[in-house]
């Protein structure tokens, strides 16, 4: 029993972890790598593994960095299942073929430029190589309930509570009468979230591997933040601006959407108040989470089966097509639109900060991660200009960073989480390699890992 870290190593994203059961091959994840330019190389990369070896994948969550290379793994010659949470599956439909789109589509913006300004030639994938990939999901696995991929390798799911149809695996491997337990956590939610019950906690396991992406931190109380961004709302309004959000489109975008029709049957928010929901993606996710209640929380399910949509704010416009987005930039003031993507590397949102980056009335509200190297990150450290379809717009408006909408667990809630599973090796992946090493020190300190990129352990 060996197992091998392929992404996510000493690093936020592209997450990727294979396991070796006798003669079998299960690979944890296959996710994009995000951040800066110099990751396309990367994901265009070997895997450091034959994608044909590959039995089975099994997906913690639909969000790209865990599940953005699947396609390029059916390319080069997966003929495996994959298997997930049927919420996951479905969203990683809508997550795929959206990546895919955008991949086609700045392929052929490289391809029109001057010679010699080109860049990697062709997509990284197609959206024919992602309807191969959708085409190998093959089993559901359901909270709680054991599936055997395969004789001597046993899977259970227990609800990450990171975005909707999450989870976190619990493994049990046999090679040789040899017995080994190991939880991937997959990443962790934050507890107290409306949208979705709190993680639950596998049984004690001999090894696990975990997220630390917040791992040096504790997060906001969730009243304070949301007074930050109601007050970032209503002080935009009071100036006659906008408000742009750039917004992930799994879980942020429902769950701000959600805090805004809060907001405003409170009389925190102003009624006239219009929101623009512009984001494809984001509006087909929203359809995902009413088609699930059994991923959701308690509260949640209970007002869809009663027919109530908790999304549905006062004032508020979906955009699906492009014409829709683009009548959103003659409003003056007034609006709040949401739009991918979330870290600003591409999508409707670049529009949006073209139009209103520069005006000193309006503002941008992060409230997402924000990886180095990102537009969302220069923008947030303070750079004075954002350069936008070919022009250096100056970063006039008002800039808020409101962390407390966190869909990863803190340090004291990973601390919490890893006590509980009480293992006797410990690997931490996804994660900036300052943290991990702050997060490494608060464990026993036998036993803990940060494994290096390609880099194999005997379970």
């Given amino acids: 029993m060996e197992i091998s870290f392929h992404g996510a190593a000493r690093g936020v994203t592209g997450s990727c972890h294979r396991v070796e059961c006798g003669e079998r091959q299960i690979l944890i994840d296959c996710g994009l790598f995000q951040g800066s330019h110099a990751l396309v190389e990367d994901n265009a990369g070997d895997f ?156 004690v396991a001999d090894v696990v591997v975990m997220e630390t992406t917040y791992g040096d931190r504790l997060h906001r109380g969730l009243e304070d933040t949301l ?9 935009t309004y009071a100036r006659g601006g906008n408000v742009v959000i750039p917004t992930f489109a799994l879980e942020r975008a429902q769950e701000i959407l959600y805090y805004l029709k809060i907001g405003v049957e409170q009389g925190r928010l102003p009624g006239s108040l219009t929101v623009f929901l512009d984001s494809p993606m984001a509006i087909s996710a929203t359809d995902v989470f009413r088609a699930h209640p ?24 979906l955009a699906r097509d492009g014409s829709a ?10 609006a709040v639109i949401m739009a991918g993507s979330g870290m600003c590397t591409g999508g409707r949102v670049m529009h949006h900060l073209q139009h209103n980056l520069a005006r000193d009335s309006s503002s941008v509200i992060f409230v997402g991660y924000a990886a180095v190297g990102t537009p969302a990150r220069r923008v947030i450290d303070g ?19 409101v962390n407390g909408f966190s869909a990863h667990a803190d340090r004291d809630e990973l601390l919490a989480w890893h006590r509980q599973i009480a293992p006797t090796r410990t690997y931490l992946v996804h994660g900036d390699e300052e943290v991990m090493l702050k997060f490494a020190g608060l464990l026993p300190s036998l036993g803990v890992a940060m494994p290096t990129p390609g880099q194999a352990f005997a379970l």
Avoid: W
């Fill in 48 to 203: 450091g593994f034959d994608p044909a070896m590959i039995d089975f994948v099994v997906l913690t969550h639909a969000h790209l960095d865990h599940c953005g290379r699947l396609p390029l793994l059916v390319k080069r010659g997966f003929r495996g299942e994959i298997v997930s949470t049927a919420a996951t599956r479905d969203l990683a439909k809508i997550v795929l073929s959206d990546a895919a789109h955008l991949q086609e589509e700045e392929a052929e913006r490289t391809y029109s430029r001057p010679h010699g300004h080109r860049g990697p030639a062709g997509p990284l994938y197609t959206l024919v190589d992602t309807e191969q990939a959708l085409g190998r999901f093959g089993r559901a696995i359901s909270y709680g309930r054991a599936l055997e991929l395969c004789p001597g390798v046993r899977v259970t799911p227990y609800d990450a509570g990171h975005i909707l149809g999450s989870a976190s695996l619990y493994f049990e491997l046999e090679e040789n009468s040899i017995r080994r337990t190991l939880v991937m956590s997959g990443d962790l939610g934050n507890r107290g979230r409306p949208l979705l019950a709190g993680p639950v906690v596998p049984p």
């Fill in 383 to 401: 750079a004075e200009f954002l350069r936008l379809f070919g022009e250096n717009v100056p970063v006039r408006a008002k800039i808020y960073t």
């Fill in 325 to 334: 987005s683009r009548a959103i930039n003659a409003i003056q003031g007034g």
């Fill in 227 to 235: 007074e930050e961004l109601y007050t970032a709302v209503r002080e």
């Fill in 294 to 317: 059994e991923a959701v929380s308690a509260p949640i399910a209970a007002l869809l089966q009663r027919g109530e949509d908790p999304f549905a704010v006062t004032g508020l416009h």
